[in-house]
Structures are given as structure tokens and as C-alpha cells.
């Protein structure tokens, strides 16, 4: 491994703790197991640094590696027929729950709505925009993640945030005017 | 990076069409482990990447269990490495193959419910207590009462102040949670038991006096398994094989999930009592 970069562990853990716990709760990993399936990550990270070459950016080689032991537990979760998950997480029925959290929105269903609405894009759109909005990442590692062009991140976006737009314009009109 | 052309996101933009979203993509960023979680996760890690030589696809020799080594192959270096080496060597310190994960996950629940039961537990001797004497007040207060069960009659006046001073009693009582390992703990915990770990060939006896005062400071602590690993390897390395088994059949019954206990039976297992290599490695050892 030459020239492989010089690499603090423990802080890397830190830094990426929150954003491997988002990724991996978003790929379907229940809550009991998201500590167990976060030390997997990182274990695999602690094996795999040498090997990481500062081509991409650590986040989206981090993401890389979420993906697929977020992928692997669920396959496993099936293979030992615990009923953990049983894939990518069910979008919840969203009139009922979108419609509540809308009318409260108290600061746990401000959470609940976000999920809610953001369940019903499309996955490659639900994707791009949590990365984007909420984990920060840039468009440049969004694309190396997804490996679509950038183009095509942005018009997913774009095409995101005008469902959403949407569908809370519907819930204002249903529920406020109501 | 490109990021100049990176579009402003919607919590700086505070796009009007999407207000209603903000608090929510303000609280969904802030999500992720407690700082205890993520204790637990940096000493899961650290624990199994100290193991990880005889797991596929790591380096190292197999079988090694050096964790300067392993940190070594992950170019683990600087500051962060002085606190990683710590946790690896905690990791070291129980040997074998550690799947702390399995045992973190065990002790999720165990630990919200530690946070919780107190307030139930001491409450509920106290409602068991007071259950006999209330039930029959109760029954009595609708039931046509006898001339000479009126008699009885204080007792319900007593009910509720033994009540009042019970609630009173959760109070103090809720405290230890409170108390409970601080995420800065894991440090003084490590290094406690990275110092017994150290003692158990020259010196089990000093190894379990270590292991002993981690249980008196850390009663509740994260790496309680551990300890108990450490001890049990010391009687043995002691030649006090009675008392090992009887201190892992304690293990097994507080832990009985515990990812450890195989390394336990195989320390009871490699060391019948009498095996030379032990005492060899132990020159400085006058136990016995």
C-alpha cells in the first residue's frame, strides 16, 4: 500500500458515526440492530482504509460500504429467518400519518412528516435529496455514490423537492383550509 | 470539489413551499447514535478490529494478536491512534475473538432498562407491600364493616403515607442511573482494566485486585464482561481453578448471551490447572 493516506481511526468513527447511522437506517437496518451493524461498517472501514486511495471522498467511500452491509444484514437477517427487516423499510400509509404529523407538527412529528412524504419518492429521488439536504454531501459525491452524472442529480432534486412541494400544498389545502 | 455549483439546500434557502419540512430535515440531520451508542460502537470496533487477523480478508498474521499491529495495518497514526490503541488494547485485553456487537446489542435494552427500573423496582416492592394491607381496607370501605374490624380503620390512613414515603424513596434512589457511566468513563474503565489485563501472568493476584476495584467504581460499567473474562483468567493463571469455575458459572448466569463466553470455556478448557507453559510464563508469579 503505498502512499496510503495516514489516517486517524477513532476520529474517523466519530465524524461518520451519525451519517452511517442515517444511511444504514434508511437501507432498512431496525433500530436494535443499527449499533451492530454500525461496528460492521466501521470494522469493515478499518480494514478497508489502506485500500482507499482519496480517489472518491471517505464519506462516499463510507457510503459505499453502508450500502452493502446494510445489504449483507438484511440477507443474512432473512437466511437465519429472524424477522428483522424485511427489505427496504415499507413507506408508511401516508394520508393517515403525513396528515397527522402535518396537523401537529410538534417537534417529533416534524421528523414523521419529512419521513413520511419523503417515503413516497422514488428511490432514486428519496436518495439524492436525503443526501443532499440532510447528509450534506456535495453533488460530486452524490454522483460518485449513485454513478450517474451530476445532470441527472439535479434534475432528481429539482423533481424531489417539487413532489414535495406539492404534496404539502395538498395538505395544506385539505387540512388547513378544512 | 464542485461545490460552487452545488444548488443552496432547502435549510439555507428556507424555501416557503417547503416550510413546513424544515423542522423535520433540521431534526433528520441531527440524527444519529447517543453519545453512548457511540462509545459503544468505537469500543465494539476497536474490540473486534483487535481480534479481526483471524477473521477473512484481514491482514496481519493469522492468529496474531497484536494490536499495534493491527492498528498498524489500517496506517493508524497520531493522537486519534493513542485512543484507538487504547481500545484496541482493551480489545486485547480479553483475547480470542470478540464479537462485542452481539454483547452491545444485548446490553441495549439492559442499559435503557437500567435507566428506567429503578423507579419501577423500588416502586414495586413497596406497592407489593402495601398491596395485603390494601386490599382488604379497600374491600372493607364498601363492604359492611364489622364492629370489630373498625378497629382496623388507622390502617388506611396509614396506607397512603407509607405510600408518600415510598414515592419519597424513588427519589435518592434515582440517582445511581444519573450517575451512570458518563461516554468519558470507557477511558478510565480501559485503562483500569488494560492495567489488570497486564498483571494477569506476573501477577493474577494483583490482576484481581485491579478487577475488583473496576467493580466497585464501575458497578454498572460498560466493560463489566470483560472484567469478569480478566478475573477468571487470573484465578486460573493462580491455580485457583475452583474458584474460576465457580466466578464463570457467575458469568454465565449474569451473561448467559455474552459473546465472551466461549472465550471463557476455553480458558477453562486450556488451563486444567496444571498446565507448565502457564507457570513458565510467569516468573515473577510467587501465588501459591
Redesign the interface.
Known amino acids: 500500500m503505498p502512499d496510503a493516506p495516514q489516517l486517524e481511526f477513532e476520529p474517523i468513527m466519530r465524524e461518520h458515526a451519525a451519517f452511517v447511522w442515517r444511511v444504514l437506517v434508511r437501507h432498512g437496518v431496525v433500530e436494535s440492530q443499527l449499533e451492530d451493524v454500525s461496528q460492521d461498517v466501521f470494522l469493515t472501514l478499518h480494514r478497508s482504509l489502506p485500500r482507499f486511495e482519496g480517489r472518491s471522498s471517505l464519506r462516499t467511500f463510507i457510503y459505499g460500504i453502508c450500502r452493502r452491509v446494510a445489504s449483507n444484514h438484511r440477507q443474512l437477517a432473512v437466511h437465519r429467518r429472524e424477522v428483522i427487516t424485511d427489505a427496504l423499510p415499507e413507506p408508511p400509509p401516508v394520508g393517515d400519518r403525513a396528515g397527522d404529523a402535518f396537523e401537529t407538527l410538534a417537534d417529533k412529528q416534524s421528523l414523521e412528516l419529512v419521513q413520511a412524504l419523503v417515503a413516497r419518492l422514488p428511490d432514486e429521488q428519496r436518495e439524492v435529496f436525503m443526501l443532499y439536504e440532510v447528509d450534506e454531501l456535495t453533488m460530486r459525491e452524490i454522483a460518485e455514490t449513485q454513478g450517474c452524472s451530476q445532470n441527472t442529480l439535479f434534475s432528481r432534486l429539482y423533481a424531489a423537492r417539487k413532489a414535495l412541494a406539492a404534496e404539502l400544498a395538498r395538505l395544506r389545502a385539505t387540512r388547513r383550509v378544512a | 470539489?464542485?461545490?460552487e455549483?452545488?444548488?443552496p439546500?432547502?435549510?439555507q434557502t428556507r424555501?416557503a413551499?417547503?416550510s413546513?419540512?424544515l423542522?423535520?430535515?433540521?431534526?433528520?440531520?441531527a440524527?444519529?447514535?447517543s453519545d453512548e451508542?457511540?462509545a459503544?460502537?468505537?469500543a465494539?470496533?476497536?474490540v473486534?478490529?483487535s481480534s479481526?487477523q483471524s477473521e477473512p480478508?484481514?491482514?496481519g498474521e493469522p492468529g496474531a494478536m497484536n494490536p499495534t499491529r493491527s492498528?498498524s495495518?489500517?496506517?493508524?497514526?497520531?493522537?486519534?491512534?493513542t485512543?484507538?490503541l487504547k481500545?484496541l488494547l482493551a480489545g486485547a485485553l480479553i483475547g480470542g475473538t470478540a464479537f462485542?456487537?452481539?454483547r452491545?446489542?444485548n446490553r441495549?435494552p439492559a442499559d435503557r432498562a437500567d435507566r428506567q427500573v429503578p423507579a419501577a423496582a423500588t416502586a414495586a416492592p413497596e406497592a407489593a407491600t402495601q398491596a395485603p394491607a390494601q386490599t382488604p381496607t379497600a374491600s372493607q370501605a364498601q363492604v359492611p364493616v364489622p364492629v370489630e374490624l373498625r378497629d382496623e380503620t388507622p390502617r388506611v390512613e396509614h396506607a397512603p403515607a407509607r405510600r408518600a414515603t415510598s414515592t419519597a424513596g424513588t427519589g435518592p434512589r434515582r440517582a445511581p442511573p444519573a450517575a451512570e457511566a458518563q461516554p468519558n468513563d470507557i477511558d478510565a474503565e480501559l485503562a483500569l482494566l488494560k492495567r489488570a489485563r497486564a498483571e494477569v501472568r506476573p501477577s493474577p493476584a494483583r490482576a484481581l485486585a485491579l478487577t475488583a476495584e473496576h467493580a466497585t467504581r464501575f458497578a454498572h460499567g460498560t466493560l463489566a464482561e470483560e472484567r469478569e473474562v480478566i478475573a477468571i483468567e487470573a484465578l486460573l493463571v493462580r491455580g485457583t481453578r475452583a474458584a474460576a469455575q465457580a466466578r464463570a458459572r457467575a458469568f454465565f448466569a449474569s451473561y448467559p448471551a455474552s459473546a465472551h463466553g466461549r472465550r471463557v470455556r476455553a480458558l477453562l478448557d486450556e488451563n486444567p490447572g496444571a498446565r507448565p507453559d502457564s507457570w513458565r510464563q510467569t516468573p515473577g508469579e510467587v501465588s501459591r
Open positions: 470539489m464542485t461545490h455549483q452545488d444548488p439546500r432547502l435549510l424555501d413551499e417547503l413546513e419540512l423542522p423535520g430535515l433540521q431534526r433528520a440531520r440524527q444519529g447514535p451508542q457511540l459503544r460502537i468505537c465494539g470496533v476497536a473486534r478490529a479481526a480478508g484481514a491482514q492498528a495495518t489500517a496506517r493508524v497514526s497520531g493522537t486519534g491512534a485512543k484507538l481500545l462485542y456487537g452481539t452491545a446489542l441495549v
